[in-house]
């Protein structure tokens, strides 16, 4: 094998490398999401049983919130875990916030309804992270200093 293609291959040794990191930290910001819905959803329900009510029962702008609250926590912490530093903390959970905050108003005007509105603000929102991670993508196709 010529030195040239020695090169060439080890450039695409990294750059299939590089994808996996890249896709498979996406797959672990998702599945942090889907564990908060799942999790902190469950004990936001349990919370307002115990108070004599529902969480169907309030108003789809706070039903909205709250969904994007439970998602965006433990995604910003799974990925401090791995090491990012808080300026792409921040960047992604803005990614995640925007798509909430519209939706939530969108439900709270009337222009939207709770599942319409949650349907916007899962259709906006894992866009708008895989737009933060291919705009950071050196960032986000690497390990991170931290774990794992």
């Known amino acids: 094998m010529n030195q040239q293609a020695a090169l060439t291959l080890g450039e695409d040794l990294t750059t299939r490398r ?22 902190l ?3 936001a ?23 994007g609250f439970n998602m965006t926590v433990p995604m910003v912490l799974w990925m401090s875990y791995r090491g990012h ?3 792409q903390n921040v960047e992604m959970a803005a990614s995640m916030v925007v798509p909430t905050v519209a939706a939530a108003v ?6 939207l309804g709770t599942g319409a509105g949650m349907g916007l603000q899962h259709a906006a ?3 708008a992270m895989l737009g933060v991670m291919l705009w950071r993508y050196d960032d986000y196709s690497r390990h991170q200093g931290g774990r794992g």
């Open 45 to 67: 329900e349990l919370a307002f049983a115990v108070a004599g009510g529902s969480l169907s029962d309030q108003p789809g702008s706070f039903q909205i919130m709250l969904m």
């Open 125 to 127: 929102m894992i866009p």
């Open 41 to 43: 959803g469950g004990l």
């Open 85 to 87: 530093a808080r300026a």
């Open 106 to 111: 969108l439900a709270w005007t009337g222009a």
């Open 18 to 39: 590089s994808k996996r990191v890249f896709a498979r930290h996406f797959g672990e910001m998702v599945l942090a999401m889907l564990l908060g819905m799942a999790v």
